[in-house]
């Protein structure tokens, strides 16, 4: 199993972007998504997840009405579009799988750096 995030990058304060999870090796459509993030010297957090079924999505609560998370099953593909950016947004972004039956995430991405500027 691979997932394979894309998308990070320097954005001044306000600025948007689009983070991609490229998922291989497992069926798409039997997985939750969900991101998180992990800023220099704080723990993992939540950021926000979809189900496998695209009809449920969840959200911290520093993101949301900013952010949007979305799955191309297609395209085994789920994505975090990001608005409205803040400096504390700033923070390694992590894609994870979760079969829709447990309630851990099993698989994780190898995380894009995002990084916004005041």
């Known amino acids: 199993v691979q997932l394979q995030a894309s998308g990070g990058g320097l954005v001044q304060a306000g600025g948007s972007l689009r983070l991609s999870c490229a998922a291989s090796?497992?069926?798409?459509?039997?997985?939750?998504m969900g991101w998180f993030r992990q800023a220099p010297g704080k723990e993992r957090e939540f950021v926000a997840a979809?189900?496998?079924?695209?009809?449920?999505?969840y959200y911290a609560d520093s993101v949301k009405g900013r952010f949007t998370i979305s799955r191309d099953n297609a395209k085994n593909t789920v994505y975090l579009q990001m608005s409205s950016l803040k400096p504390e947004d700033t923070a390694v972004y992590y894609c994870?799988?979760?079969?829709?039956?447990?309630?851990?995430?099993?698989?994780w991405g190898q995380g894009t750096q995002v990084t916004v500027s005041s």
């Open positions: 994870g799988s979760r079969y829709y039956t447990r309630d851990e995430y099993s698989y």
């Open positions: 090796g497992l069926t798409f459509t039997s997985y939750n």
């Open positions: 979809i189900s496998w079924s695209d009809r449920s999505t």
